[in-house]
C-alpha cells in the first residue's frame, strides 16, 4: 500500500532522517528495533526486520541452519531434491 502523506524531512549531516511517529506507531515499530533498508527503484524502502525463510520469505521459519532460516517445507522441498538426485 502506497500512501502519501506530504510529509518532508532533510536528511541531517550523518544521513539520518526520523521517521514520524504516527508511522512508527502504525507498524509497530519501537525504540532499538531493526528496520531493513532496500531499494525498489528510485525509492528507499524501510521496513520493519522480522526472520523469514532464505528461500521463499515466510515469516518466522522454524529451522536454524548455519545461521540462516528456513521453514519446514522448503527444507521438505531440499530432502526431496536431495533424494531424488541419489537415484
Ligand atoms: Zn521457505
Same mark, same amino acid.
Request: with cysteine.
Given at each position: 500500500?502506497?500512501? !502519501? %502523506?506530504?510529509?518532508?524531512?532533510? &536528511?541531517? $549531516?550523518?544521513?539520518?532522517? =526520523?521517521? +514520524?511517529? $504516527?508511522?512508527? @506507531? !502504525?507498524?509497530?515499530?519501537?525504540? *532499538?528495533? +531493526? &528496520? ?5 527503484? %528510485? !525509492?528507499? =524502502?524501510?521496513?520493519?526486520? $522480522? @526472520?523469514? /525463510?532464505?528461500f /521463499?520469505? =515466510?515469516?518466522? +521459519?522454524?529451522i *536454524?541452519y548455519?545461521?540462516?532460516?528456513i /521453514?519446514k517445507k522448503c527444507l521438505a522441498e531440499l530432502n526431496k531434491q536431495a533424494e531424488d538426485s541419489k537415484n
Amino acid at each position: 500500500m502506497k500512501l !502519501s %502523506t506530504g510529509i518532508v524531512r532533510r &536528511v541531517d $549531516e550523518l544521513g539520518r532522517i =526520523v521517521i +514520524p511517529i $504516527e508511522m512508527r @506507531n !502504525s507498524l509497530g515499530i519501537a525504540q *532499538k528495533d +531493526p &528496520v531493513e533498508i532496500s531499494m525498489e527503484g %528510485t !525509492s528507499i =524502502v524501510v521496513r520493519k526486520y $522480522e @526472520n523469514r /525463510c532464505v528461500f /521463499c520469505g =515466510v515469516l518466522r +521459519p522454524s529451522i *536454524k541452519y548455519n545461521d540462516k532460516l528456513i /521453514c519446514k517445507k522448503c527444507l521438505a522441498e531440499l530432502n526431496k531434491q536431495a533424494e531424488d538426485s541419489k537415484n
